[in-house]
């Protein structure tokens, strides 16, 4: 259970006294804000949202557990699968530099994920969301010079 709690406070970032979330609020809340910030927002197949922005990597979110799950997935290469140790060592310097995002592999791709809870706050979303972006493209592009051969 240690390693299932560590990634729960690495990954998480909640916001006040309260832990659990009003989701739906929550939901339209974090949508308002992309909106705000350039992003088209529409629903996905399955529920949840998904974001599209000019500039910016692609980002889909849905409730999950009394919060709001981030996601955004890159297409991995046909030999970039979980017996490549190359390809476990790219995603493992990908973990160790995000702040609030994990990456791991599933079934072809490779997703990161990070989770927001608590209270709505438009800065305290909005840094959880630099982080966020951080993770994917300063944490991607440092890596890339191994995770090239790896994602399309």
């Known amino acids: 259970m240690p390693l299932n709690f560590w990634i729960a406070v690495r990954c998480g970032f909640s916001y006040g006294g309260r832990f659990m979330a009003e989701t739906a609020n929550l939901s339209d809340e974090i949508r308002d804000y992309l909106l705000f910030t350039g992003y088209e927002v529409s629903r996905g197949e399955h529920g949840g949202y998904i974001a599209n922005h000019p500039t910016q990597f692609k980002v889909g979110f849905h409730e999950f557990r009394g919060g709001v799950l981030l996601y955004s997935a890159f297409i991995a290469k046909p030999d970039a699968t979980e017996e490549n140790l190359s390809f476990m060592r790219f995603i493992n310097g990908l973990n160790s530099k995000a702040a ?4 791991y592999y599933d079934d ?22 630099d982080l966020w972006k951080e993770d994917l493209a300063a944490n991607l592009e440092r890596q890339m010079g191994v995770g090239k051969e790896f994602l399309e």
Do not use: N, P
């Open 108 to 129: 072809g791709t490779l997703v990161v994920e990070g989770w927001f809870g608590g209270t709505y706050h438009s800065a305290i979303f909005g840094r959880f969301f």
């Open 100 to 103: 609030v995002g994990r990456f």
